[in-house]
């Protein structure tokens, strides 16, 4: 599904593992301005945003370099977002049960490739940038996105692609490991 | 009194410092793409499939426009090797700084060196203790630089392990996988450092990063499969290949002791080397 910001209910159609790409209008976001947000309120309109976990390299206003940070650190952090109406967190790794539940029947988590830093910035163009006080890799940045493709991580369902490989992964570590007798770690 | 270096030795260091990090940040090594390649080629799973696609695109394009592989440009860790006739002065460490500094302006690098309590950011990626410089003495004078970002950084883990323990070895680097998941952005490369002390082996880990990866061994190919057993795949959503290659350094270690470092390295395992000639700075 090609999905356009602002989003509408119909991120609520997508389940976890669906390839998707995202246009329009992304927020860079990571913890300095989370913070910020909390203290001062968001500087965008959140009402179906989407807000991309990224501290990008912008050079004379154009993306040099912008993948997607390790959304983890944002769990504690994301939850007065969805609440203000944001639609979609973009980012890599996956996130854990707190923001799950908040994307319950109101968003997505979208899961870019990590690294792909190039690849991102060949799809977007700076739009207006807020926080820039917190320096280029914490401000946030407006950007214009060019169908980027993403993989549906959390559905809107509490389905989580992530928990489910990671489940998977524990029960496959215990069989390969568990059997031996030695001292424990 | 030691003999002070010449400037144009200083200028040459600088200039390989910046020219390696310039390459090492928009280009993989051969040995690294081929792997990419060959985990496309095993990987059936289509989402896996499309972060391999995206990976592979993605290496492209910062080839093509000369820009980094990766927002996160990492901390610079750095390797010399330096002839008889090179003493390791304080002024080399300041030119291999001078080097990185460069680097940070004409790549661009992201500014990624902060005070650790502070969090004042230097704004040059050097600092205290940055960039690291490890010498050691060789027949000619080389210059590699090792890149180091911190999602796959901070995935990392060293154990004490006791002397009876050497079959927890492969637990111990699997174990570590399925802590970091997808976070370090698999598919990774670990370097594994065994033995040596508390410190050594994490620098033995670090060092193993410096090896091509064409090649593993049968206990690294032992590890490798361990850890792709997971099936935790490329970004933790699954899949065939988590792990691109695992590399070991040994060291010899204390009777009593078996130290295990774990050294996660993402799929963009960046390193350049450049060569300094003599008739580069006399």
């Not at chain 1, 246009?23 to 990571?30: E, K």
């Not at chain 2, 080839?63 to 901390?75: A, F, I, M, S, Y």
């Not at chain 2, 040059?124 to 050691?136: I, L, R, S």
């Amino acid at each position: 599904m090609d999905l356009t910001t602002p989003l509408g209910d119909e991120v609520l159609d997508l389940r976890a593992g669906d390839a998707v790409t995202l246009s329009g209008t992304v927020y860079t976001a990571r913890d300095e301005a989370h913070l910020r947000m909390m203290e001062e309120g968001i500087p965008f309109d959140p009402a179906g945003a989407a807000v991309y976990h990224c501290g990008p390299v912008i050079r004379d206003g154009k993306v040099v370099a912008a993948g997607p940070t390790t959304s983890a650190r944002m769990n504690a952090l994301s939850g007065f977002l969805l609440d203000a109406g944001v639609r979609a967190l973009v980012g890599k790794g996956g996130m854990d049960e707190r923001v799950r539940e908040a994307l319950r029947g109101r968003g997505v988590y979208l899961a870019f490739t990590g690294g792909c830093a190039a690849l991102a910035a060949a799809r977007m163009q700076v739009k207006s940038v807020s926080f820039e006080d917190l320096g280029m890799a914490e401000a946030v940045w407006e950007i214009e996105l060019d169908h980027l493709p993403l993989i549906v991580g959390i559905d809107a369902h509490g389905g989580d692609l992530f928990a489910a490989v990671m489940q998977k992964a524990k029960l496959q570590f215990d069989q390969q490991f568990n059997s031996y007798k030695g001292p424990g770690l | 009194m030691m003999e002070s270096a010449s400037s144009g030795l200083l200028d040459a260091v600088a200039a390989a410092t910046a020219s390696a990090l310039q390459e090492a940040e928009t280009s993989l090594p051969a040995d690294v793409k081929a792997a990419i390649g060959r985990a496309l080629e095993r990987e059936q799973d289509p989402t896996a499939r499309a972060q391999l696609e995206n990976i592979r695109e993605n290496i492209r394009y910062a080839g093509e426009r000369g820009l980094p592989l990766c927002q996160d440009t990492g901390v610079p860790v750095i390797y010399l090797t330096l002839p008889p006739s090179v003493p390791a002065t304080g002024e080399l460490y300041e030119a291999v700084a001078r080097g990185v500094r460069q680097a940070t302006a004409a790549v661009p690098l992201r500014p990624n060196v902060v005070d650790p309590l502070t969090r004042e950011n230097t704004r040059d990626n050097t600092g205290g203790g940055m960039p690291a410089v490890h010498v050691k003495p060789g027949r000619e004078l080389t210059v590699t630089v090792l890149p180091k970002g911190a999602g796959a950084e901070n995935c990392s883990r060293i154990a004490m392990l006791l002397p009876s323990q050497k079959g927890e070895i492969a637990r111990f680097v699997a174990e570590t996988m399925l802590l970091a998941g997808g976070k370090p952005c698999p598919p990774v490369v670990l370097g594994v450092g065994i033995g040596a002390t508390f410190d050594g082996a994490a620098a033995l880990a670090k060092e193993a990063l410096l090896l091509p990866i064409d090649e593993m061994d049968p206990f690294e190919q032992e590890l490798c499969e361990a850890v792709n057993a997971l099936g935790i795949g490329p970004m933790g959503l699954g899949g065939t290949v988590t792990a691109l290659a695992v590399k070991v350094k040994r060291g010899h270690c204390h009777t009593a002791s078996l130290p295990v470092a774990v050294n996660v390295q993402c799929w963009a395992s960046r390193r350049a080397t450049r060569k300094v000639e003599a008739e580069q700075w006399t």
